[in-house]
């Protein structure tokens, strides 16, 4: 049974950007040598998620890329718009609406402060 984490979208930053938090939980990730998958609600939010990792942190790179060419076992953080498969990774942060089905040892939840905001805020 994986293990399963939530993470509140509360602090003023995180509230006015929440993407900002998963760049800093990929951050960790990858410091970790973790290899991971954020699972996003849509193509939009995955290639939102794509640029803002880029310009996250320019101190470090986060190698990332968005899931479904061939290097994508090579690429530490992969972001996976619905309908696109991928192998499972240890590593899961989850910003869809439903539970992911997968083999992962971790699962990372992100979530809105205000369950009445939690459709927009992500």
């Not at 509360?10 to 800093?24: G, I, M, N, S, W």
């Not at 310009?55 to 619905?82: K, R, W």
């Not at 040892?105 to 992500?122: F, H, I, K, T, Y």
């Amino acid at each position: 049974m994986p293990r399963a984490d939530f993470y509140l979208i509360d602090k003023p930053r995180f509230r006015e950007q929440p993407l900002l938090l998963v760049c800093a939980l990929a951050k960790k990730a990858f410091a970790a040598q973790q290899p991971t998958l954020i699972l996003t609600r849509d193509y939009a939010q995955a290639e939102a998620l794509d640029e803002l990792l880029w310009a996250f942190d320019e101190d470090v790179l986060i190698p990332h890329q968005l899931a479904g060419d061939d290097d994508d076992a090579d690429t530490a953080v992969l972001i996976v718009p619905p309908g696109i498969e991928t192998a499972d990774r240890p590593l899961l942060i989850n910003l869809r609406g439903s539970c992911p089905v997968g083999r992962f040892q971790r699962m990372l939840e992100v979530v809105a402060a205000d369950p009445a905001e939690a459709e927009d805020s992500l």
